[in-house]
């Protein structure tokens, strides 16, 4: 499975961005489509992550202001990302787990780097 991000840019404070992730492969029936990011000098850490049965999971500091979600027919998911604040800015990884008998599978994007800024 190959994953494409796009969406990332330069935003003001208080802004706000959508980010895609568009899978290209074979999807297992249970899977986790999520977001990561990273900023400089720091861990990768989760963002927020939707699964195959609809729960979602989110970092305290991004709830209330960002949503994941997903297409499955067009095997996309999406993180809009609003009142983003300084401290958003980071490359942003989409993920893609998937389990199956006997298989777990761990695919990662290319990664879009979101700037807010004045």
């Known amino acids: 499975v190959q994953l494409q991000a796009s969406g990332g840019g330069l935003v003001q404070p208080g802004g706000s961005l959508r980010l895609s992730c568009a899978a290209n492969?074979?999807?297992?029936?249970?899977?986790?489509m999520g977001w990561y990011r990273q900023a400089p000098g720091r861990q990768r850490e989760l963002v927020a992550v939707e699964t195959s049965g609809g729960s979602t999971n989110y970092a305290d500091s991004v709830k209330g202001r960002f949503a994941i979600s997903r297409d499955n027919a067009k095997k996309t998911a999406y993180l809009q990302m609003n009142s983003l604040e300084p401290e958003d800015t980071a490359v942003y990884y989409c993920n893609l787990k998937q389990w199956a008998v006997a298989t777990r599978n761990d695919f990662w994007g290319q990664g879009t780097l979101v700037t807010v800024s004045s």
């Open positions: 492969g074979n999807i297992f029936a249970i899977n986790a």
